[in-house]
């Protein structure tokens, strides 16, 4: 067999080439070059000139690296150099042959001619990028003193390789002081109660001797059931150590077992997360327990603004950013929300603190103005104006301390100060019920910042209740579905003629697009409409386009395009508004698309290009569904 029929046959079963036809990898299999780069050979250099081939690796492979940060191995099959190739732009890498390597080598101008008359090859190649791109944040990953020593693991590392092994385990029957003894000979703070197929059953840390055998008076002859924690919070032994942080934070826990094959095998608590980065959010997290006034957490609260930059340069995903920055406000809500029980007096029924719109999606990065809300449970009648007394004044002390410990107020008064915004369970499914019986656009339009509510504070139990009952109303209203399959897919993208951006014209953002009324907000509106209409629970984007994907109401490939469009663009929100604040000036929602590279502005149309396949989905499949024969 030829050379070139080698190469052919080769070439065809590679994507993005395998997506050509084959008079067009014929022309590609024509002008590549084979190229041969011994063990240890630096092909591209970090800051260098940008990579003039698309490589292929025919034999060995070669790794991607940031200093001796290995970020990829790319083996056989696989291509490297795409986004200098892409973006004919300095090379973002070191990328280095990890064995004698040989490589087919497209030039750039053959995969220039590709882009534009292969709409598959140039999709494919665009995704590709996409994932790249919002996975590293290559330009700062040295240059960050953060991450100095062991201070990057908090982001590179995955949770098996922070977890302590082996894993002290007992069983149930294990006496609570047999217990103990083996945690003080083992010097852990705690042990996992195994079930009789070996699963984590329970935990005991040192916090339940201390609570709930110490100062409970326990017979420490008792099982050590009796005093254990059910269920363990678990993670899986390939999660990234960022997510472990997460889970942490948002449970409030210091502990969390890492499993393989569904057993458990390691433990990490947050003392070892604390002393990977001492600037971690977990540090933060554990600083606003020790806040005891408003004026301790207002500090805190101007603090945790530090940890955005520090995110930002690990390359963590805008929607995990998100989470994480949502993870910690929830915990300063929840202290403020002490201190005012705690001079009010104990809530005369239970409640639960909402949060409302970004919050509630759990998408907040830089602090915006509130948006909360109060459900408390059906009091009896003869107590009911008592009740609502108490939580009316309630509101208004909590939102004002709120205010006093850095969280804007809103000026539109969707806030728990605003009587109509504190209402029992009953007087919340009255208001869902109004929207949803006469959906007028401009009160359609109003409610949907409720729609996204979630509970952060008190008996959770009661914002659950409300979502099952707001998802079994939805179905009965074709109507109100048919306003909001509209508001889904009213604002088009940005995207003109021969695919041109459409930008301001004029005034203060001449020249410039906003990302969040043109770009993230029409993301947002079609990922809740698709939740609605299907029942879905989840309340983040990223969350609710995921649990469609995985019931079967969306397509693969939408959820996954709309997914990736998300991200990138409030990536590129997130940072160019933190550049902003450090230029000293107000952030705001607009862009230049001028001053994008050229990878970045292909990969925005991209994401724009997918927001309007989406909305024209929706048009076509749920008008026709929902309106009324």
């Not at 019920?433 to 401009?442: D, S």
Request: net charge negative; with cysteine.
């Amino acid at each position: 067999m030829s050379a070139q029929a080698v190469a052919l046959a080769f070439l065809s079963q590679v994507p993005p080439f395998r997506y050509l036809d084959r008079e067009a990898l014929a022309e590609v299999v024509g002008r590549a070059e084979v190229h041969f780069f011994p063990r240890g050979t630096r092909i591209l250099h970090r800051d260098g000139p940008p990579a003039p081939y698309l490589y292929v690796v025919e034999k060995g492979g070669v790794k991607k690296a940031v200093g001796d940060v290995t970020l990829e191995v790319v083996g056989e099959g696989e291509v490297f150099g795409v986004l200098s190739a892409l973006e004919g732009d300095r090379s973002r890498l070191d990328v280095i042959a990890v064995d004698d390597t040989v490589c087919y080598a497209v030039p750039r101008e053959v995969v220039e001619k590709l882009l534009e008359t292969q709409p598959q090859f140039a999709r494919y190649l665009y995704e590709f990028s996409i994932r790249r791109y919002l996975d590293w944040t290559l330009e700062e990953l040295e240059r960050a003193p953060a991450l100095a020593g062991s201070g990057r693991l908090i982001f590179t590392a995955r949770a098996r390789e922070v977890a302590r092994r082996p894993l002290v385990t007992c069983r149930p029957e294990t006496t609570i002081q047999e217990a103990a003894q083996l945690m003080t000979h083992q010097r852990v703070s705690s042990v996992v109660v195994l079930g009789p197929g070996d699963e984590a059953a329970g935990i005991v840390t040192d916090w339940d001797l201390r609570e709930r055998v110490v100062a409970a008076g326990r017979d420490i002859r008792q099982p050590v059931a009796k005093i254990m924690t059910s269920p363990v919070v678990t993670v899986d032994a390939d999660a990234p150590v960022y997510q472990v942080v997460s889970e942490m934070v948002r449970r409030g826990i210091h502990h969390i077992v890492v499993t393989e094959a569904g057993r458990p095998a390691g433990m990490i608590a947050g003392h070892d997360l604390i002393l990977l980065q001492g600037t971690s959010a977990l540090f933060v997290a554990r600083d606003i327990e020790r806040r005891h006034d408003l004026p301790g957490l207002r500090q805190v609260v101007a603090e945790s603004q530090r940890v955005v930059p520090f995110l930002l340069r690990q390359g963590i995903r805008a929607s995990e950013l998100g989470r994480l920055m949502t993870d910690i406000n929830d915990r300063i809500i929840g202290r403020v929300l002490e201190f005012t029980e705690a001079a009010l007096g104990p809530p005369p029924v239970p409640y639960c603190w909402l949060v409302l719109g970004s919050e509630g999606r759990r998408e907040q990065t830089f602090r915006t103005d509130q948006d909360n809300a109060i459900i408390y449970a059906d009091p009896p009648p003869d107590q009911a104006e008592a009740v609502r007394e108490y939580f009316l004044e309630f509101g208004r002390r909590a939102v004002a301390a709120l205010v006093e410990v850095g969280f804007p107020p809103c000026p539109g008064r969707y806030t728990a100060d605003n009587p109509e915004w504190v209402q029992s369970l009953s007087g919340w499914k009255t208001h869902f019920r109004r929207w949803v019986a006469t959906p007028e656009p401009e009160a359609v339009l109003n409610s949907l910042i409720y729609f996204d509510f979630r509970g952060v504070h008190g008996d959770l139990t009661l914002a659950d209740g409300l979502r099952l009952y707001v998802n079994h109303l939805l179905p009965a209203s074709p109507s109100f579905l048919v306003h909001l399959a509209w508001l889904s897919t009213k604002t088009p993208p940005p995207l003109g003629f021969l695919g041109r951006f459409i930008v301001e014209h004029s005034g203060e953002h001449r020249n410039s697009l906003d990302l969040k009324a043109r770009g993230t907000r029409p993301i947002v509106d079609l990922a809740r409409f698709l939740a609605l209409r299907h029942g879905v629970t989840e309340t983040s984007t990223v969350g609710r386009l995921e649990a469609l994907r995985e019931a079967g109401r969306v397509p693969e490939d939408l959820a996954e395009d709309l997914t990736q469009a998300f991200e990138f663009i409030l990536s590129l929100r997130i940072r160019a508004q933190w550049a902003e604040i450090q230029a000293g000036k107000t952030p705001d929602n607009f862009i230049d698309p001028g001053q994008l590279s050229a990878l970045e502005r292909s990969l925005l149309k991209e994401a724009f290009k997918a927001v309007g396949r989406t909305q024209a989905v929706v048009r076509q499949e749920y008008y026709a569904d929902l309106m009324p024969s």
